[in-house]
């Protein structure tokens, strides 16, 4: 495996990890609080989350070789309940870490159609990766933001790249079922 392929995992890896943080603690608000204006790129936790997901059926779709495109974003609140929510994106970042862990050098230089209203976008895979890691960061951390004004406190949400971190990912490694070796990619 190379330096690049590796790199990727981990990042897939630590996506499915922080969604599933973040969800976990999500599910723990009063009631009312998932769906309550907020003050952010989105006004609420509900559309935030949902957008994360649309986003990545987007992404995802077209890096597996699927024409998908706008029709991602149709419905734009697709799951309005939080355990639904929370399941279908479970569901997605595990699509994506599948992906990842398939990738060879070779195909992360290779073209990738994105079906765009009325046009075709091509780019890199390893760049459109890069971009939907850094889109799911970015959104990520409003809701994390948004969760401030609520009853729950955040959720640590930036300690699964690295062996230090370890005892910090116990948890969320034990729910979803996975190994640190896996997460550290050292069982390859």
């Known amino acids: ?3 690049a392929t590796r790199f990727i995992r981990k990042l897939a890896y630590a996506n499915l990890l922080a969604n599933d943080r973040l969800h976990q603690a999500v599910a723990a608000l009063e009631p009312g609080e998932f769906e309550a204006p907020r003050t952010s790129f989105f006004p609420s936790l509900v559309a935030t989350l949902n957008h ?7 992404y995802v779709d077209a890096l597996a070789g699927g024409d998908l495109g706008p029709r991602a974003w149709e419905n734009r609140i697709p799951f309005p309940e939080q355990p639904a929510l929370r399941a279908a994106q479970a569901q997605s970042d595990r699509r994506l870490l599948a992906l990842c862990r398939t990738l060879t050098p070779e195909d992360l230089a290779k073209p990738v159609r994105v ?10 895979c390893d760049d459109l990766l890069s971009h939907l890691f850094q889109h799911q960061t970015h959104h990520r951390g409003q809701a994390h933001a948004m969760l401030s004004g609520t009853s729950i406190k955040p959720p640590q949400l930036d300690e699964f790249i690295v062996a230090d ?4 990912r116990t948890d969320v490694l034990q729910r979803l079922g ?11």
């Open 1 to 3: 495996m190379s330096d």
């Open 52 to 58: 994360i997901l649309i986003i990545d059926w987007f």
């Open 115 to 124: 079906h765009r209203t009325g046009r075709i976008q091509v780019e890199r």
């Open 165 to 168: 971190d370890a005892a910090s």
């Open 178 to 188: 996975l190994s640190e070796a896996e997460v550290m990619d050292l069982d390859r």
